[in-house]
């Protein structure tokens, strides 16, 4: 029988004491948003530099074949910003992830 999980790809706050446990991105859902407004946003993140709307993961590749998902990170505009490896990322602009990239979410 064939290994077909319904997520593979998953984020770990560091350090990760801050706050609650990793993440998972749900294979099924093509869109995750993140942010301070509870309303808006599947995942809530607090902090004085996360905008209310700070960024969503889009997700490339059928959920139906786990081996082709792709994920990548969109900033929303925010003043802060968003940043991958430490670098920031330009605004409403699809930015692909690798396994191990460590995203920034209002500060590097």
């Not at 560091?14 to 946003?41: C, D, H, M, W």
């Not at 004085?48 to 490339?60: C, E, I, Q, T």
């Not at 590749?61 to 990322?89: E, K, P």
């Amino acid at each position: 029988m064939a290994f077909h999980p319904d997520q593979c790809w998953s984020l770990e706050r560091i350090p990760s004491s801050l706050e609650a446990p990793a993440y998972l991105l749900q294979n099924a859902k093509e869109i995750v948003t993140f942010g301070r407004r509870e309303t808006t946003n599947d995942k809530i993140c607090k902090g004085p530099n996360v905008s209310r709307n700070h960024l969503k993961f889009v997700r490339y590749g059928s959920d139906l074949d786990w081996q082709t998902l792709r994920w990548s990170v969109v900033d929303l505009g925010g003043m802060v910003g968003t940043f991958v490896n430490r670098d920031r990322i330009q605004p409403n602009n699809p930015f692909g992830l690798n396994c191990g990239d460590l995203i920034g979410v209002g500060c590097p």
